[in-house]
């Protein structure tokens, strides 16, 4: 979601050791953040607390109980179970515009008639699309 005007407010904790000063300053430290922060952030016009990234399914999807640090893609179940959480959010602000990061978001917005711009998940290698299509909305 992209908020007009709102004030916002730093959520994160800025004490956590974090692997760099940038991913302190800006709260962020797994890849995939640091691609989509780095990209929105590189646009004087926007500032961190013009945004809240919120995922599709708004918990974590781990493959097994032996490993639950690895995550994997929701189910479409888990999708649709995520959706009540996403509409929540958007009826707080809703002049917010939707950014669909990524095609499994994209699929279940569009499955419920919510308006959103789509841009591709910058994992596996998407990367340079990622930030193509950010820059392609500034």
Not at 59 to 87: C, I, K, Q, V
């Amino acid at each position: 979601m992209i908020f007009a005007g709102e004030p916002g407010v730093r959520t994160s904790l800025p004490n956590i050791a974090k692997p760099n000063q940038t991913q302190a300053l800006y709260g962020f430290a797994e890849p995939t953040a640091s691609i989509i922060w780095g990209e929105v952030l590189s646009s004087s016009r926007w500032k961190p607390t013009d945004f809240i990234f919120w995922n599709i399914y708004p918990f974590h999807p781990y493959h097994s109980s032996e490993n639950r640090m690895a995550n994997r893609t929701p189910t479409l179940a888990e999708l649709e179970d995520g959706l009540p959480f996403a509409r929540q959010l958007m009826q707080l602000n809703p002049d917010a515009q939707i950014v669909a990061i990524g095609r499994k978001s994209a699929d279940t917005l569009s499955s419920h008639l919510i308006k959103h711009h789509h841009v591709p998940h910058p994992a596996n290698g998407r990367a340079v699309q990622f930030q193509k299509a950010v820059r392609s909305m500034i």
